[in-house]
């Protein structure tokens, strides 16, 4: 009587039906059942199933070798088909590939963007704590960005819940230069001028500005002492060490400096080049008075401190003392600044500020590019789908199963948007820098810090590039190659009504986006033209300061060719001195000093 044969295990089965080469697969699991009956017969069940174990392990690298071989030949008769399709229809390939990239890169410009303006302080370690001190009206409700000297120092000594607090004033572009500068007689074009800010003690217990060199920030309390960027300090003693050095500052009695400070990052809204003491003492009537509102305040509040029950206490302190009545002061946190003061009046050093609004509005905008860019070619792609219906019936009948066709339309699909990714990253890559100068932003790409960002629009090429190549990868590839030779072809109504609403929600996006655009080209035009009620034609804006500002204002008195002229501290434009014919001017000079217009001829 035979024993009764031993089938091999089922995990040996399906090991092998991916180990074993497809041809020889049955006539191999026919000689490994063999041996395996033997052994077990011979030597016990275990030693056959040792010996199948070793089997298994073996075929390993032949099956490793065998896959790294064919896939690399069928991925490299992929590409060689794919790039020929791109080239057999050079239009659709352009259109598509254009419009993909345009659409990318445009979203990427926008995304640099929105998180340029959204990174702005977040580089303060405590930012969360740091507020800055406002002036609001109490019967309208406006809101100022200075406040009153004296109520700084009063709030930290008063308040518990204020750790520190500092008072900072925009003093300019002030020239510098060494110790015994004649700035009256010194060619403008050598002078050196620096962003001048004016802050206390506290100054840099609030704000993380790296001191690199020299005194602690306790130093702003001595009078004349200055905390200079590198560029400014190379740019004034070279390579020699400044700390200590006296140097030149106009309309400072006497300067040294005390430290070398880290330049402010693009995203700070404090800029500055220089920052000097400011001494109370010395202008007491408008830094050292509760009535004069004529500083900037910012305080950084203890952990776990309620800004709510802080801002209270202010209150109640500020209406024991002399500030004004028609006021009250309130704290905005210091992320809010670049974003959250598009209505405050007198926020001198929050020059590049914007507006959330804005902000959320470029947002929605780069959204709906990418949407459109992505229909677009989704749209694109699956139409051009059912021209390739005889090529999968022919490589059907040339035995291609539905696998590797869907390998081949998915393929193809997302080698198309992995080229346009990276045409989009080389269109932004050029385009930033003079966008950069444009907007007044420092917006560039670093591969590095840029990263995930990147990484996040790869995988949304990728995944375009799978959703336009679905339907033609799992819809065409499944049809019948005998109907599709003899040219009977349904795709059913599922895709085409797909693409109608596809190209529906398209248009409409396209529409609104227009309509937008055409909206803000009339305003632009209307704030042109409109009438602000005085004569525009033959009028001069001219920047002075200093004694040498006092030359042109001096020489254009009693000038034929002035009809008028005046001083003032702010001026409404900015213009070069532009000979426009010869008819007279009228000339609009500025220089820097507390007072109104003192002379209108």
């Not at 109490?138 to 607090?165: D, H, M, W």
């Not at 209270?312 to 704290?331: G, H, N, Q, Y």
């Not at 050029?430 to 629009?457: A, M, R």
Request: glycine share 8%; charged share 20%.
């Amino acid at each position: 009587m035979h024993k009764k044969s031993l089938k091999l295990p089922k995990s040996a089965n399906f090991l092998f039906s991916f180990l074993l080469p497809h041809t020889d697969r049955t006539n191999l699991l026919g000689d490994y059942t063999e041996i395996y009956n033997r052994i077990a017969v011979s030597q016990g069940k275990g030693s056959a199933n040792l010996w199948l174990l070793k089997q298994i392990f073996r075929s390993f690298p032949r099956y490793l070798g065998d896959e790294i071989y064919w896939r690399s030949v069928m991925l490299k008769n992929y590409i060689r088909i794919t790039l020929r399709n791109f080239k057999r229809h050079k239009g659709y390939t352009f259109i598509n590939f254009a419009g993909l990239a345009i659409g990318l890169a445009v979203t990427l410009i926008i995304t640099f963007y929105v998180m340029d303006d959204l990174k702005y302080d977040k580089f303060h370690k405590d930012a969360d704590r740091i507020y800055r001190v406002l002036s609001v009206g109490v019967k309208r409700g406006t809101k100022n960005s200075i406040t009153a000297g004296p109520l700084l120092p009063a709030f930290k000594q008063n308040i518990p819940e204020v750790e520190y607090a500092t008072r900072v004033g925009f003093w300019g572009r002030m020239p510098i230069g060494p110790q015994g500068t004649d700035f009256r007689s010194a060619d403008e074009g050598s002078v050196i001028r620096a962003a001048c800010v004016l802050a206390d003690a506290d100054f840099f217990n609030v704000f993380d500005f790296k001191i690199l060199k020299g005194d602690t920030g306790e130093a702003l309390g001595k009078p004349g002492a200055v905390f200079l960027t590198p560029e400014k300090a190379e740019a004034l003693f070279g390579s020699r060490d400044p700390i200590g050095e006296s140097i030149a500052v106009q309309s400072f009695e006497t300067a040294f400096v005390a430290g070398i400070v880290e330049a402010p990052p693009t995203t700070s809204h404090i800029r500055f080049g220089m920052v000097a003491a400011l001494i109370p003492e010395q202008n007491p009537v408008w830094w050292d008075n509760f009535e004069n509102l004529n500083l900037m305040g910012y305080v950084k509040l203890a952990k776990n401190a309620d800004p709510q029950v802080t801002e209270d206490k202010m209150v109640k302190l500020a209406a024991e003392t002399k500030f004004p009545k028609i006021f009250e002061p309130r704290i905005q946190p210091l992320l809010d600044i670049h974003l959250g003061s598009a209505d405050h009046s007198y926020d001198v050093l929050n020059e590049g500020k914007n507006d959330i609004v804005v902000v959320y509005t470029m947002a929605v905008i780069g959204i709906l590019v990418l949407l459109v860019a992505c229909i677009n070619f989704v749209n694109l792609s699956t139409s051009r789908a059912g021209m390739r219906a005889r090529e999968v019936g022919m490589r059907k009948v040339v035995g291609s199963n539905q696998r590797q066709l869907i390998s081949q339309f998915l393929g193809e699909s997302v080698l198309m948007t992995v080229f346009t990714f990276v045409a989009a990253v080389v269109i932004v890559h050029l385009s930033l820098p003079p966008l950069s100068t444009i907007l007044n932003k420092q917006l560039t790409l670093h591969f590095g810090q840029d990263f995930l960002l990147l990484s996040l629009f790869f995988l949304i090429a990728v995944g375009i590039g799978i959703l336009s190549g679905i339907y033609p990868a799992f819809i065409i590839s499944s049809f019948r190659p005998v109907n599709v030779l003899r040219g009977e072809l349904q795709t059913g109504r599922t895709g085409v009504t797909m693409r109608r609403v596809l190209v529906v929600f398209q248009f409409a996006i396209t529409t609104a986006l227009l309509v937008g655009v055409f909206v803000v080209l009339a305003q632009i035009k209307f704030l042109k033209s409109m009438d602000l009620g005085y004569n525009r034609e033959q009028v001069l804006v001219v920047y002075q300061s200093g004694e040498r500002g006092r030359r042109p204002f001096e020489t254009a008195v009693g000038h034929t060719s002035v009809r008028s002229l005046f001083r003032k501290d702010f001026s409404p434009a900015w213009t070069r001195l532009q000979p426009h014919g010869d008819h007279p001017r009228r000339i609009h000079t500025a220089f820097k000093h507390h007072g109104l217009p003192f002379s209108h001829r």
